[in-house]
């Protein structure tokens, strides 16, 4: 089967560094890719990796470890509109078309 | 491009009604995704299409829940009969296949159902 683990709530402050991991298990993996959603809001897609290492993208990175089944994402220089759910998603196996997401971390950003 | 369109967006309705949400994914996506949301639950995936042919029924939780895609540019997802339990933000979503990369899919505003 396929399953993906994250905390499910991180709180820190603005200005600080956060870090959000996500182990999954998968029959197949084909990249791992991370959402965003705000309360009241849809998700929407922050990043995505393939291979191993660090993908930047602004404020935004996010890292991958295929050997550990590990990956995290990290955001600098928090905001307060940075507070919401953050997802890891996987695809399902058979590199189908479709996702399974892990159950989200909610993140609260603190003045 | 308007993105995924969903309506209604908010419906209320009682216990035992016919209910039927609608989707218009983005033009020239292939793939279109039904996902159901509760705190309980999280994130969960119901049905998802490829080029309008149902894939993966399998997270319909029960025989009272259907759903189409008659063309490339609309779905519907039906529950017949509503109960309680079924209320929940109801997403839409689409994306188009490639040969690598992420796939993104990209996320309709919700319908934000309460059964009564």
């Known amino acids: 089967g396929q399953s993906l683990e994250q905390p499910s709530e991180v709180t820190a402050v603005e200005g600080a560094i956060v870090q959000i991991n996500c182990t999954y298990q998968t029959s197949g993996f084909y990249g791992l890719s991370w959402y965003q959603q705000h309360d009241g809001g849809a998700p929407t897609f922050l990043s995505y990796?393939?291979?191993?290492g660090l993908e930047e993208t602004g404020r935004f990175s996010s890292f991958l470890s295929r050997s550990d089944s590990y990956g995290y994402l990290l955001l600098q220089e928090l905001q307060m509109k940075d507070s919401a759910s953050y997802f890891c998603?996987?695809?399902?196996?058979?590199?189908?078309?479709?996702?399974?997401f892990g159950q989200g971390t909610t993140l609260q950003v603190k003045p | 491009d308007a993105g995924v369109i969903q309506s209604p967006r908010h419906e209320v309705t009682e216990m035992g009604q016919e209910v039927t949400l609608r989707c218009k994914p983005i033009?020239?996506?292939?793939?279109l995704f039904w996902y159901r949301q509760t705190m309980m639950r999280g994130l969960e995936l119901l049905i998802y299409f490829n080029n309008n042919v149902p894939i993966d029924d399998s997270g319909m939780p029960e025989d009272r829940f259907s759903a189409k895609m008659p063309n490339a540019s609309f779905s519907t997802l039906k529950i017949q009969p509503s109960e309680p339990r079924d209320s929940a933000v109801y997403f839409c979503?689409?994306?188009?296949?490639?040969?690598?990369?992420?796939?993104?899919?990209?996320f309709g505003p919700g319908t934000r159902l309460l059964v009564l």
């Open positions: 979503a689409s994306s188009f296949r490639t040969s690598g990369g992420a796939e993104t899919q990209y």
């Open positions: 998603a996987v695809r399902g196996s058979g590199n189908t078309g479709k996702l399974i």
């Open positions: 033009s020239g996506h292939d793939y």
């Open positions: 990796n393939a291979l191993d």
